[in-house]
C-alpha cells in the first residue's frame, strides 16, 4: 500500500503524534550500538518514519492551508533542515560524541510533539468546527 492509499485510513493527526516517537529509539538505537545489525535496522527504519509522517503532515498542511502559502514554502522548510543537520550532527558529535545526537533527536522529538499539539489545542479552541486537527480514533 501506498501512503495516498493510507490518507482515508489513517489520521493524519495520529500519524504526526506517534510516528515520531519512534524516532528517539531509532536514533538512540543507531548511536548506541556497536553491532551493525541494529544500526543498519534502526537507520533503515528512521528514514521510513521520516518520509512516511513527513508525507501526512505535509498533506495536512495542503488541507489547512487555504492560501498555500505554507505549501510552497514546503521545499524551503525541508531544504533549511537539511542544511543545517550535518552542521548541528557534527558539531555534536565534535564536541560531546556519537550518543549526543541521540539525545539531540530525542529532545527535539518532544519539542515537535508538544509544539504540534499546542497548535491542534489552539486550532480546537479557536475553530471548534475544524475536524482535520482532532484527535481521531482511526477509523
Known sequence: MTVGMLEKRLSATTVICKLPALQPV?????????????????????AFTIIFSHTFAFGLLARLDNPGR????TPAMLMVGAAIGPFIGGTLYTLIGME??????????????????QTRKHIANTAPH?????PSTGE
Open 70 to 73: 505554507a505549501v510552497a514554502a
Open 26 to 46: 531509532f536514533s538512540m538505537t543507531a548511536t548506541h550500538t556497536n553491532s551493525f545489525v541494529p544500526y543498519a535496522v534502526s537507520g533503515a527504519l528512521m
Open 100 to 117: 549526543a545526537i541521540g539525545y539531540a533527536a530525542a529532545v527535539l522529538v518532544a519539542l515537535e510533539l508538544f509544539l504540534f499539539n
Open 130 to 134: 475544524s475536524k482535520n486537527l482532532t
